[in-house]
């Protein structure tokens, strides 16, 4: 099925440690995006990609980096990872503007111990 | 900024009822609205999207409209079921561009047997 695929679904890691949560797409977009999602406070912008080879920051972006791979592919790297980033993360895609709306993966939960 | 509230926060009610979930915004240049569920440590699954030029759209027993004039989106469920159980999220973009899109925290519904 056309979509979005996350992959970890799940991960635990130690203050301090790096990792990256890998996204793709299937869907021919060429926008896509990085979300958190806490308690209590909605989703929130870490990062986006209007388009293959661009990328800004949202309203979250401190302590991650991201790299738009190619037009399916779009990562989010924690360097030194904090517990504050203990946090449901989805990656969503859409066409440029948003026109169609966005489709969301199933989400990767990380704990930061 | 783009503010998004959802009211009520949870709603418990009996199968087989009709009921109304609320989002306003404070910022109606907006050229679409999307209403989203989310099941328990699932990710968001698109339910209807209106475009600024439209009043409401409709998919099964989901009936959305948006009022862009006073800044508010209704969904509406026919008949609920047990299923429909989940947390129902509307996003709104802001007129600061596709990049810049406002989650509400969305209503927690559940419906009892």
């Known amino acids: 099925n056309a979509g979005v695929t996350q992959t970890p679904k799940f991960q635990v890691l130690k203050t301090g440690q790096s990792m990256t949560l890998q996204c793709a797409q299937d869907m021919n977009h060429n926008s896509m995006y990085w979300y958190r999602q806490d308690p209590g406070m909605g989703l929130r912008l870490i990062y986006y990609s209007a388009s293959e080879g661009t990328t800004d920051k949202g309203e979250v972006p401190n302590g991650y980096n991201v790299s738009r791979l190619n037009k399916r592919e779009f990562s989010l790297r924690l360097e030194s990872a904090a517990p504050s980033q203990t946090s449901v993360y989805f990656c969503?895609?859409?066409?440029?503007?948003?026109?169609?709306?966005?489709?969301f993966g199933s989400g990767t939960r990380l704990t930061v111990v | 900024k783009q503010e998004v509230t959802q009211i009520p926060a949870a709603l418990s009610v009996p199968e087989g009822e009709n009921l109304v979930l609320n989002c306003s915004f404070t910022d109606s240049a907006i050229y679409n609205l999307q209403w989203f569920r989310q099941d328990p440590g699932k990710g968001l699954t698109s339910l209807l999207l209106?475009?600024?030029?439209?009043r409401e759209q409709t998919s099964g027993r989901l009936n959305a409209s948006l009022d862009k004039s006073s800044g508010r989106s209704t969904l509406y469920i026919a008949a609920s079921q047990p299923g429909d159980s989940a947390t129902y999220l509307c996003?709104?973009?802001?007129?600061?561009?596709?990049?810049?899109?406002?989650f509400g925290i969305g209503t927690k519904l559940q419906v009892i047997p």
């Open positions: 209106i475009q600024s030029s439209q």
């Open positions: 969503a895609s859409s066409v440029p503007g948003g026109g169609e709306g966005y489709t």
């Open positions: 996003a709104v973009p802001n007129s600061g561009g596709y990049q810049k899109v406002t």
